[in-house]
């Protein structure tokens, strides 16, 4: 008889991983702060692609190697339980997130005379019982939460991926390209204001796409170039850096040209349907990128890289925190008066606190109170073996 297959165990973390999601969770919380001047120097003001490519395209890696051997290992139905469940939580965090903001806008318009719950939320107030409704169904996303709905499809999606791969190797492929199509052939879309009937602000029929490279590149399924080759990276780079004149803010307002040029290659729903020159602009500077820390790679796990990896260890949690602290923060620089000097101040305290909650929520991850317990400041002398039972002392023995 043939020995059975070895069933695939996991594979060990990609440190790499987690630098670029905590790399991401700083870009997204900096991005997040209204009015911020550092928005004006992330990576997203000087090519097509941003950080939420970033974020989408590691949570397709991450997906795959935290669900895709529970589906190679225990099979589709247990597998799509898996995703199920993954999605009962994401989907709570949204709406613990929403109600946090509510409540923080609140806070804030009590304790200091301010308008912020009618800025942010008006048409909670306006017309609160369409608005709770859309809030619990997803069909409305108030500003800069639209992220994890986002992302909660995409994950729906993963059982008929592998279900596709179960039929025939390629069918995978061409369910994330024909939705991609889809979306930009037929309008697909979700319902993401009921008040305007406009689709979601991030589509996720088309930010599938760089969500399922990813995950096909973690499930093996799509070979990956080999890192460090010349004309690959030689290629990228110009790329990217032509990418630079059509996205720099610095060059669009001085030079009405590149303007005209960007507005006549890029539509206005270019970031909402993830237009195709945001994914090979972020395919190319991924490649540069890797290509370029490769020599570098297992030396990650230091400095900055170590504090990077903290914080991509617990993306959920760092990105819930990074929202709120963007929200409160804000408002701090507002009352501020919004120099350059609080502006910097408030930025770093962001990126501390961020921090610091990924430390703590992997404090209790690791569950230290399941440890073994600790030994007693006095310990009781033990008995003298001949006062001890025969039977108790051969039952510790063995």
Same mark, same amino acid.
């Given at each position: 008889?043939?020995?059975?297959?070895?069933?695939?165990?996991?594979?060990?973390?990609?440190?790499?991983?987690?630098?670029?999601?905590?790399?991401?969770?700083?870009?997204?919380?900096?991005?997040?702060?209204?009015?911020?001047?550092?928005?004006?120097?992330?990576?997203?003001?000087?090519?097509?692609?941003?950080?939420?490519?970033?974020?989408? =395209?590691?949570?397709?890696? /991450?997906?795959? &190697?935290? #669900?895709?051997?529970? !589906?190679?290992?225990?099979?589709? $139905? +247990?597998?799509?339980?898996?995703?199920?469940?993954?999605?009962?939580?994401?989907?709570?965090?949204?709406?613990?997130?929403?109600?946090?903001?509510?409540?923080?806008?609140?806070?804030?318009?009590?304790?200091?005379?301010?308008?912020?719950?009618?800025?942010?939320?008006?048409?909670?107030?306006?017309?609160?019982?369409?608005?709770?409704?859309?809030?619990?169904?997803?069909?409305?996303?108030?500003?800069?939460?639209?992220?994890?709905?986002?992302?909660?499809?995409?994950?729906?999606?993963?059982?008929?991926?592998?279900?596709?791969?179960?039929?025939?190797?390629?069918?995978?492929?061409?369910?994330?390209?024909?939705?991609?199509?889809?979306?930009?052939?037929?309008?697909?879309?979700?319902?993401?204001?009921?008040?305007?009937?406009?689709?979601? =602000?991030?589509?996720?029929? /088309?930010?599938? &796409?760089? #969500?399922?490279?990813? !995950?096909?590149?973690?499930?093996? $399924? +799509?070979?990956?170039?080999?890192?460090?080759?010349?004309?690959?990276?030689?290629?990228?780079?110009?790329?990217?850096?032509?990418?630079?004149?059509?996205?720099?803010?610095?060059?669009?307002?001085?030079?009405?040209?590149?303007?005209?040029?960007?507005?006549?290659?890029?539509?206005?729903?270019?970031?909402?349907?993830?237009?195709?020159?945001?994914?090979?602009?972020?395919?190319?500077?991924?490649?540069?990128?890797?290509?370029?820390?490769?020599?570098?790679?297992?030396?990650?796990?230091?400095?900055?890289?170590?504090?990077?990896?903290?914080?991509?260890?617990?993306?959920?949690?760092?990105?819930?925190?990074?929202?709120?602290?963007?929200?409160?923060?804000?408002?701090?620089?507002?009352?501020?008066?919004?120099?350059?000097?609080?502006?910097?101040?408030?930025?770093?305290?962001?990126?501390? &606190?961020?921090?610091?909650?990924? !430390?703590?929520?992997?404090?209790?991850?690791?569950?230290?109170?399941?440890?073994?317990?600790?030994?007693?400041?006095?310990?009781?002398?033990?008995?003298?073996?001949?006062?001890?039972?025969?039977?108790?002392?051969?039952?510790?023995?063995?």
């Amino acid at each position: 008889m043939a020995a059975a297959p070895a069933m695939p165990g996991k594979r060990a973390r990609d440190e790499r991983l987690d630098v670029f999601r905590g790399l991401t969770m700083l870009i997204i919380f900096v991005a997040h702060l209204p009015a911020n001047s550092w928005n004006a120097w992330i990576p997203a003001r000087f090519g097509f692609s941003s950080g939420a490519e970033l974020f989408v =395209f590691c949570s397709g890696i /991450a997906s795959a &190697l935290a #669900f895709g051997t529970v !589906f190679t290992r225990r099979g589709l $139905w +247990l597998g799509t339980a898996r995703i199920a469940y993954r999605i009962w939580q994401v989907y709570w965090a949204q709406i613990g997130l929403v109600l946090a903001l509510i409540a923080l806008a609140a806070l804030l318009d009590r304790s200091f005379g301010l308008s912020v719950l009618a800025q942010q939320f008006s048409p909670l107030l306006a017309d609160p019982e369409r608005a709770l409704l859309g809030l619990a169904t997803l069909t409305w996303q108030p500003d800069y939460l639209d992220i994890l709905p986002m992302y909660l499809v995409i994950l729906a999606l993963v059982p008929v991926m592998m279900l596709g791969r179960s039929l025939h190797a390629a069918l995978p492929f061409l369910i994330a390209a024909g939705l991609y199509a889809a979306v930009w052939g037929r309008g697909l879309t979700l319902p993401g204001n009921p008040w305007n009937d406009a689709g979601w =602000f991030l589509n996720p029929f /088309a930010w599938q &796409l760089i #969500f399922f490279i990813g !995950f096909f590149i973690g499930m093996n $399924w +799509l070979p990956v170039p080999r890192l460090g080759d010349r004309r690959l990276m030689v290629a990228a780079a110009l790329f990217v850096l032509l990418s630079v004149p059509l996205s720099f803010w610095g060059i669009l307002e001085h030079w009405p040209l590149a303007q005209a040029a960007r507005d006549l290659i890029i539509p206005a729903s270019e970031k909402t349907d993830l237009h195709i020159l945001r994914v090979l602009h972020f395919l190319a500077l991924a490649y540069l990128v890797l290509s370029l820390i490769e020599p570098w790679r297992d030396r990650l796990d230091h400095g900055a890289g170590h504090l990077l990896i903290l914080i991509g260890r617990q993306s959920l949690a760092a990105f819930l925190a990074s929202v709120v602290l963007a929200r409160l923060l804000g408002t701090l620089a507002d009352m501020a008066g919004r120099s350059e000097l609080a502006v910097a101040l408030l930025n770093l305290a962001g990126f501390a &606190l961020i921090l610091a909650t990924a !430390f703590v929520v992997g404090w209790f991850k690791s569950a230290p109170w399941s440890g073994p317990s600790l030994k007693p400041a006095t310990e009781r002398q033990p008995e003298p073996a001949a006062a001890v039972p025969l039977t108790t002392r051969v039952r510790e023995a063995s």
